[in-house]
């Protein structure tokens, strides 16, 4: 049974490049969160994506968008990179029931991507 | 808004207790999570409290007084390999985890 896969483990990019992340949810997962993590710091939300949509986001610029696609795997694009935007990115899947997730130790985190940008 | 409070820093003797606390303030509440994170891994589960009370788990329990937004994480028998940081994430909203800054604890001999 697979955990939460990420990719790219590592990526460095230029201020003012775009970026695109991938995760892939759990077996029997259907929803995504994404974090950022600052060296240091707790992780912070950025957005949920559950059904292909947007269910929730933090208090992130627009130049973060996301995707959720039909088989619940789900993309972090990043534009107009700045240097504070290095950081450890994770990505968390759960299972969505009707009175909310798959609680307890519902939640799974993937490894994260390590994004530099110089 | 999210508030969520947990001490930076502790040090503690291998084989001794530590206690990491943890205040909240939040628009909702559904739950308290612990997680451990080694540096540059995943944080991986360690407890879930929904009610008041004292949650165990071999070395580890965990703490919640949703009246007073508290929670503590105990570890005993400290091993050289519980040096980590120690993660506490509310749910709240839709069913989203808000995390403190996290405790870096460190064990020594």
């Known amino acids: 049974d697979a955990g939460v896969t990420q990719s790219p483990t590592h990526l460095i990019k230029t201020r003012g490049q775009q970026v695109t992340l991938r995760c892939s949810p759990k077996?029997?997962?259907?929803?995504v969160s994404w974090y950022q993590q600052a060296l240091g710091q707790g992780p912070q939300f950025i957005f949920q994506y559950y059904e292909e949509e947007e269910r929730q986001r933090g208090n992130f610029p627009d130049r973060f968008s996301g995707h959720q696609f039909p088989n619940y795997s789900s993309e972090l694009n990043v534009n107009a990179l700045l240097l504070g935007d290095s950081a450890l990115y994770l990505c968390a899947s759960s299972r969505e029931t009707g009175s909310g997730p798959l609680i307890g130790s519902g939640y799974t985190f993937g490894s994260g991507t390590r994004l530099t940008v110089v | 808004g999210q508030n969520i409070d947990q001490p930076t820093e502790m040090t503690a003797t291998e084989g001794a207790i530590v206690q990491i606390n943890c205040t909240y303030q939040t628009s909702g509440f559904n739950g308290l999570f612990w997680y451990q994170q080694h540096a540059g891994e995943a944080p991986t589960f360690l407890s879930y409290n929904v009610l008041d009370g004292l949650e165990e788990k071999g070395r580890f329990s965990s703490f919640l007084s949703r009246s007073k937004g508290y929670s503590y994480l105990l570890l005993k028998e400290l091993q050289m390999k519980d040096s980590a940081s120690y993660l506490c994430?509310?749910?709240?909203?839709?069913?989203?985890?808000?995390f403190g800054t996290g405790t870096r604890l460190t064990v020594i001999p």
């Open positions: 994430a509310v749910v709240s909203g839709a069913n989203n985890l808000f």
């Open positions: 077996s029997g997962h259907d929803t």
